[in-house]
């Protein structure tokens, strides 16, 4: 299956719209955890690998290698890591990071509450 790229068909997109193909390549498994574990931090494969769960080397590489060719992470002499670009889609990320938090002491609280 081909990297999606803006311009390019994708899942959902004919035209390749760059939201669908931003939203196609984030979620393809692995993909945002890959993302986040890179967001403080060049990792070598070994060491990504470790953080993700001990996720397939196969599917390690595949979406390292997507990311790479979308231009969000990059290959250094001393492991993977966010580019710019990268770090700019990972901002975009906080305001959810925040929610998230909400929505989980309002959960916990909730389940307090019917216990």
Do not use: Q
Request: aromatic share 6%; proline share 6%; charged share 25%.
């Amino acid at each position: 299956m081909p990297v999606p790229l803006p311009g390019r068909p994708v899942r959902g997109s004919r035209t390749g719209r760059p939201i669908m193909a931003l939203l196609d390549l984030l979620g393809r498994r692995w993909a945002l955890r890959v993302l986040w574990e890179l967001h403080a931090a060049t990792l070598n494969f070994r060491e990504l690998r470790a953080r993700c769960d001990s996720m397939s080397p196969s599917v390690l590489n595949e979406r390292l290698s997507e990311l790479r060719e979308a231009g969000i992470v990059e290959l250094t002499d001393y492991g993977y890591r966010l580019t710019k670009t990268g770090n700019e889609l990972l901002d975009v990320f906080a305001p959810l990071s925040r929610w998230s938090k909400r929505w989980a002491t309002r959960t916990a609280m909730r389940s307090m509450s019917a216990s």
